[in-house]
């Protein structure tokens, strides 16, 4: 006789255990994750990305990961972030494993100096990182683009969080044909299918998993060699080519000046540049492929007040300084963004000269002492220092430490640092013990000042600055103690920044004479005159046919503020500038245009429509912005124009989304 047990199970006991279950994952991930690269080393990924309904930003792929276990663990576990459906196949065979919606946790036992090869296929939506541009409007600049700085890759590729885990990521991806996509890596094949291409890319060093990325969308490429024979894809916009030599001008120049400052060959097989709508950041440096915001799309004459020079640079930089090298954690994020902003200032002094270098310099010791009085200070080791103490105090540390040890051994001191810990992470010690290994000189007290004090230094910041005879120059001008002498330096040899000060100071003395000079200085001119003087007015309306959207937009306003009976004249003129990207000068127009009386009475409606028109979400978020903030202004925000607010409060970049949150509770 079969004897049958029968068990009654109380609900409640199944509930707890079930607690319990969930409890004992997540300890698992939580101590493992603390361990994790002390047990396991991660050295390949090949991944198959695809895309599913674009609408509800559908990713689906595979994965697979080689890894070496360095210590007896009885968990391992993957980064993955709301993922909808997972499956894993360890060592060619398929098994359970526990996923607590963050990550995918393979619960065995795996011995000490063991090889495994775990493959993994998954489905999201992720709703960071990965971002769907322009899908539910149609058009032709849909795109997609990821940001995993501060995001983590793991919303849409099973990866590794901890930057210390560093693997050689190859990437396939598929998706329609009539798109580019541009990932990590040299492109080794393209697979043409029938409605889809797969583009294969291959990468040779290993990264940190945030460094991952792609974009997808409709470009075109120029492509330049380095000395070192590096190639420089730069991508643009089909209907940009005219703005393709502005945008990227010095690129090469900067490329080649770096790799040798540097002293270390750069690190990887080519570098590209992908512009994109509605970035998060100016740029960021992901490895070889830097992507950056379409803002910086310039024509030649927005590159006098806003140009990509500076972003270029910077992101450049970090492929040595982030990228080739990683901070182990925040506390050293100044080894990155110091040394990045540092390098970009080298390139630009090689570009723009030393004047221009120190001038740099010295805005940012200004930046620092504002800080410092609003209570701001951190120490350059401080995980929680703002980006001002971390890209401005780092890159001025830098120049006072160049100084302190000569540049030979500074440069020396850096090579061997790169060299030495090259494909892995480093802490501000590693560093400091190559500067004083160069240097023969003990850095304690430099570290304890301009390291791990809170206490910003100014006094020993401009006494550096002041080596410079240009910042001596414009240091000694002072109009409140020499009010007789400051005319005279407008016709003096003075420097540009000289002059625009004197202007700043003394903006109720301008003379016509004055107007005689260069660009930024006529620009100054147009901005401390909001008042003009009726036997200036010749001269200032001479601004509105200047090569700067500046100061044909500040020039613009002033005039029709201050002479009523020319407005329309003064919307005459301009009526067909559009600005920089954000149109600054056309919604200004606009703007104008529907408050002047009597001005094209029959055009007003029209107008109205293109102003509210530009806060539609089809448009880059800073055009959305001038509108947003006009339309306010005019107490014109209809009801189509609240509906784009409120979609607005959703956008990824905080700084829109909170504007849009501001205006909305004045509605």
């Not at 570009?351 to 120190?358: L, R, T």
Request: glycine share 4%; hydrophobic share 35%.
């Amino acid at each position: 006789m079969t004897r049958i047990i029968v068990i009654l199970v109380n609900p409640f006991i199944v509930e707890i255990m079930r607690l319990l279950l969930r409890i004992f994952i997540l300890s698992i991930s939580c101590v493992v994750s603390a361990q994790q690269t002390t047990y396991v080393d991660f050295k390949t990924a090949k991944a198959h990305i695809t895309f599913g309904d674009l609408l509800i930003k559908e990713v689906l792929g595979m994965v697979t990961y080689e890894f070496d276990v360095l210590n007896s663990v009885d968990s391992v576990y993957i980064d993955a972030v709301n993922f909808t459906e997972v499956k894993c196949v360890l060592d060619g065979k398929q098994i359970p494993h526990h996923y607590n919606g963050k990550q995918i946790i393979l619960k065995r036992p795996f011995k000490k100096d063991s090889q495994h090869k775990v493959e993994i296929t998954w489905k999201t939506s992720p709703q960071k990182t990965m971002y769907f541009v322009d899908w539910d409007r149609g058009g032709d600049n849909n795109q997609i683009w990821t940001q995993g700085q501060g995001k983590y890759t793991s919303h849409w590729l099973p990866s590794i969080d901890d930057m210390n885990e560093k693997i050689e990521f190859d990437l396939a991806i598929s998706f329609d044909k009539d798109y580019q996509v541009i990932a990590n890596g040299r492109l080794i094949n393209k697979q043409i299918n029938e409605s889809t291409t797969t583009w294969y890319y291959d990468m040779q060093q290993p990264m940190s998993s945030y460094l991952v990325a792609l974009a997808i969308g409709k470009y075109d490429k120029k492509v330049e060699t380095s000395k070192s024979g590096i190639p420089l894809e730069m991508y643009y916009y089909p209907q940009d080519s005219l703005k393709f030599e502005p945008t990227y001008r010095y690129t090469k120049r900067m490329f080649d000046f770096l790799e040798e400052e540097i002293g270390v060959t750069y690190p990887w097989q080519n570098y590209k540049q992908i512009p994109v709508k509605d970035f998060l950041y100016a740029g960021m440096e992901n490895t070889s492929t830097t992507i950056f915001s379409d803002t910086y799309v310039i024509d030649s004459i927005s590159f006098i007040d806003k140009n990509y020079v500076n972003v270029n640079a910077h992101e450049l930089a970090h492929q040595w300084f982030g990228n080739l090298v990683t901070e182990t954690s925040g506390t050293h994020h100044w080894l990155q963004e110091g040394f990045a902003t540092y390098y970009a200032l080298l390139a630009e002094k090689d570009i723009f000269g030393e004047d221009h270098y120190y001038w740099l310099l010295y805005q940012y010791v200004q930046e620092l002492i504002a800080q410092e009085k609003a209570g701001g200070g951190t120490s350059l080791l401080d995980p929680n220092s703002s980006s001002t103490t971390f890209y401005r105090k780092g890159a001025l540390v830098l120049h006072i430490l160049r100084e302190r040890v000569g540049d030979k051994a500074f440069k020396l001191a850096v090579k061997n640092y790169l060299e030495k810990h090259q494909f892995k992470n480093v802490e501000t010690k590693d560093f400091i013990i190559e500067v004083e290994k160069a240097s023969g000189q003990n850095l304690n007290d430099f570290v304890e000042v301009w390291l791990e004090n809170k206490i910003f230094d100014s006094e020993k910041a401009l006494s550096s600055l002041q080596k410079s005879r240009f910042i001596q120059e414009y240091l000694r001008i002072d109009c409140k103690e020499e009010e007789s002498k400051c005319l005279d330096y407008l016709s003096s040899m003075a420097s540009e920044e000289a002059k625009i000060k004197v202007i700043s100071e003394i903006s109720n003395r301008i003379k016509k004479e004055h107007f005689d000079s260069t660009l930024r200085i006529r620009q100054a001119i147009a901005r401390s005159l909001s008042k003009i003087p009726l036997e200036l007015k010749l001269e200032y309306e001479s601004l509105l046919d200047d090569q700067s959207y500046i100061t044909v937009e500040t020039a613009l306003y002033n005039l029709w503020n201050n002479f009523p009976e020319d407005r329309h004249a003064y919307l005459m003129k301009t009526k067909h500038l559009q600005g920089f990207n954000d149109k600054n000068i056309r919604t200004l127009w606009l703007t104008l245009a529907l408050v002047t009386e009597d001005f094209e009475p029959d055009n007003k409606r029209d107008y109205f429509e293109e102003l509210s028109q530009y806060t539609d979400p089809s448009y880059h978020f800073e055009i959305r912005q001038n509108a947003f903030q006009y339309l306010t202004l005019l107490n014109a925000c209809n009801a189509a124009c609240k509906e784009n607010l409120e979609q607005a409060t959703k956008h990824p970049v905080w700084q829109f989304s909170k504007m849009a949150k501001d205006l909305l509770k004045d509605q």
